[in-house]
């Protein structure tokens, strides 16, 4: 081999350790990303000891494919959303992507379609024609910082009344003890709880239409490298279109 040959031989060689390195970088931060989440059926509850939901299948096949093996922690809503925006290393699902949200972390999904609706006690009598109705009531439950609480607040609504704690059932509780007259939430995901409580003769949705319609998703630290945010993305991607997402939802279906 002569010098010239062994000069390219050689610079072939360190393009490729170069971009192998660059490939265990990448797996080397998706191993260092901490999932979290809240409690929220259908998409992530406890059954027992074990995570199990819709998005939680579907974070565990992600890092089953990447080779992250941290395990997913659950915290109430604002704790995690609030670890997730500020702490490098976080994620957080399933997060609902607003435009209020959107410049604030770095996506990858959608992991599910959303959309808002409204809840009210059935024996409250007054018909919710529209967003304007909403305004005249008393107070509306919402979650600190969820989406339904900055949809709402960004709408100049003066009269949340706003639980700290874990979305779902605490809201579903103050609207069923006349706490609260209206109750906010993704149209499945309260569907599912109200059914779960033996509720739905108690609770119902209002005549309003969708507050806004988009999708759960995965929201990363805002200062997360955008190699890891490629490999998260694709590897969701495989999923869907090998027919392993598809098989996950259908397990959960009732």
Known sequence: MNMQNSFIHHGHLFIFIAFFLGMLSSASYALQIQPLTEELAPWQMKQGKKLVGISVDIIKEIQKRIGNDKEIIMFPWNRAYNMTLKKEGFSLFSTARSKEREALFKWVGPLVPLKFVMYK??????????????????????????????????????????????????????????????????????????????????????????????????????????????????????????????????????
Do not use: C
């Open 121 to 254: 006690n059935k024996n409250d009598l007054k018909i919710y024609h529209n967003l304007n109705d909403a305004k005249s009531v008393a107070a509306i439950a919402v979650t600190k910082n969820d989406v339904s609480e900055q949809f709402l607040r960004d709408k100049g609504f003066n009269n949340l009344q706003i639980d700290i704690g874990n979305s779902g059932q605490e809201n579903i509780h103050r609207v069923l003890k006349g706490q609260a007259q209206l109750y906010s939430s993704g149209y499945i995901s309260g569907h599912y709880q109200i059914n779960e409580l033996h509720l739905n003769d108690k609770i119902v949705m209002t005549k309003i239409p969708p507050l806004f319609e988009s999708s759960l998703s995965i929201a990363f630290n805002i200062n997360t490298s955008d190699k890891i945010i490629s490999l998260w993305q694709k590897t969701l991607d495989e999923i869907k279109s090998d027919g392993t997402y598809d098989r996950i939802l259908e397990k959960y279906r009732k």
